[in-house]
């Protein structure tokens, strides 16, 4: 579920911004992140480093730039620069690991998409490691990808999880979110929030798959291979394969994932079950490439990027996402072909029908600022 | 003021694992219950706004802190970045007070 903290609803943005200057600590925490959640627009960004005094992170330049930052276990983002673009490998395996694995990202995208960067404009990557102390988690803030060391500060006998950079497709999930958030804008809650997390799901692990060259048919398809330790019952946080099967521990309970709508779960938690729910597209798109054959992001991947960057919109359900993805396969690769037969099966095997008659009206899938700025020759033309 | 019962669920993340506790200060190790106390009261607990988290974060945790005590019961849900240097350490506090709890059961 969306939340918004009253502050965003209330006060205009010249107001959270006086806040931000003047306010209390918790008054200027909140308002800062109510500007940075409002800005999503990249010249809103600019202004916004006018008051944070921070250099924007945010840089339009030819192609693969990264930066890596560590937090040095504190909260304050982005943190001291560990490593940028270009430089040899340091000491720190996290720092080098955020910097592979989303130059890895960068290349699937550029190389096999076309698509230059998170905004298709060369964005910078910028990622900071060891965020927090014990933090078990990696997120995307809407301008960056934050990673944490997982359990280190407990007992080894104790910790369920391992530093969030250990997993290549993790990496790839965070960045994938960046992507949705230029394009599709899904709404991060029920069914567009599962449809987002499924596309980070599919594009970090198309990530792995690339990294490893593997086929279809010899990718693991599990999301975070390696993040639990061997406390843990488990062989990674969700399976694309066979959601539900990911983990089944006495601390973390069992892998929550349906594979199929009939077992679709209706929750108020986790954004109304976005973690939950994306394992019924996760499994569509795994058939969908299994059907096709060979290596997944290549046919299987476009579909799905297409869809994502010119289909969906932010309000798009499981049956929009089908049957987008099955007119993005007919255009791409003709009715009736293997890969539009392949798409049609992916779905119907998590109960779905794909419906090609056009029901779903045509969306944009591209905010009236790309439009612009592809008109002004500012942004690259599709 | 008394603290009689604290109530504390973590949920989403990246792995979308629940993390919950529910206990009352009297039964935590007197250390324990000490940072709680100290933390809740260095936070002015009770006058924190109910809603604090951010939009536009995905993967991001989002936390729920309720707080019984004799006069009142006040409940505030937060997420990572937009949770003040102190609430931090009350959610570390409260995420090693889950993981005991959980490892328990």
Not at chain 1, 7 to 35: F, K, W, Y
Not at chain 1, 115 to 141: C, E, P
């Amino acid at each position: 579920m969306h939340k918004h903290s009253p502050i965003n609803c209330i006060l205009p943005p010249h107001m959270l911004e006086d806040i931000a200057n003047n306010g209390t600590a918790a008054q200027r925490v909140l308002a800062i992140s109510n500007l940075k959640s409002s800005a999503q627009m990249v010249g809103k960004r600019r202004a916004l480093s006018d008051f944070t005094g921070a250099a924007f992170r945010v840089a339009a330049v030819g192609g693969k730039e990264r930066i890596v930052y560590d937090a040095r276990n504190g909260s304050n983002l982005p943190g001291t620069i560990a490593r940028k673009e270009g430089e040899a490998p340091v000491t720190d395996i996290a720092v080098n690991e955020a910097y592979d694995g989303s130059g890895a990202t960068y290349d699937l995208f550029k190389n096999i998409y076309e698509r230059n960067s998170i905004d298709g404009n060369g964005m910078r990557l910028d990622s900071t490691v060891h965020y927090q102390k014990g933090y078990d988690n990696a997120f995307w803030d809407g301008e960056q990808m934050v990673y944490g060391d997982g359990d280190e500060n407990l007992p080894v006998n104790e910790r369920l999880f391992n530093r969030f950079t250990i997993a290549i497709d993790v990496i790839g999930h965070e960045l994938t979110h960046g992507v949705t958030q230029f394009e599709a804008k899904l709404t991060y809650s029920q069914q567009p929030g599962a449809l987002n997390e499924s596309m980070s799901d599919v594009f970090g692990s198309l990530v792995k798959q690339y990294t490893l060259n593997q086929t279809a048919a010899e990718a693991d398809w599990i999301i975070g291979a390696g993040l639990l330790t061997e406390n843990v019952n488990g062989v990674g946080i969700r399976s694309m394969k066979a959601p539900g099967t990911a983990y089944n521990d006495p601390v973390l309970g069992k892998d929550p994932q349906p594979a199929h709508m009939k077992d679709y779960v209706n929750t108020v938690s986790d954004n109304g079950g976005v973690h939950i729910n994306s394992g019924i597209p996760n499994r569509a798109f795994y058939i969908t490439a299994l059907e096709i054959g060979g290596n997944a992001w290549q046919k299987a991947g476009q579909i799905w990027y297409v869809t994502l960057r010119d289909k969906l919109t932010s309000t798009s359900k499981f049956q929009d996402c089908a049957n987008l993805t099955y007119k993005a396969a007919e255009e791409l690769f003709g009715a009736g072909s293997l890969e539009h037969q392949a798409v049609k099966k992916g779905w119907a095997d998590v109960g779905l029908t794909v419906d090609g008659g056009g029901t779903t009206p045509p969306p944009s899938g591209d905010g009236c600022l790309s439009s612009l700025l592809r008109l002004i020759g500012a942004a690259p033309a599709r | 003021m008394k603290v009689e019962r604290v109530q504390f669920e973590r949920t989403g993340g990246f792995a979308g694992i629940r993390f919950a506790a529910d206990f009352k200060p009297d039964e935590l190790p007197h250390d324990q219950s000490k940072e709680l106390f100290d933390l809740l009261d260095d936070l002015d607990f009770d006058d924190l706004p109910e809603q604090m988290i951010e939009d536009g974060v995905a993967d991001g945790f989002t936390y729920s802190i309720t707080v019984k005590t004799n006069k009142k019961t006040h409940t505030v849900v937060t997420g990572d970045s937009s949770a003040p240097e102190k609430m931090q350490e009350l959610l570390q506090l409260l995420n090693r007070i889950a993981r005991n709890q959980m490892r328990k059961q």
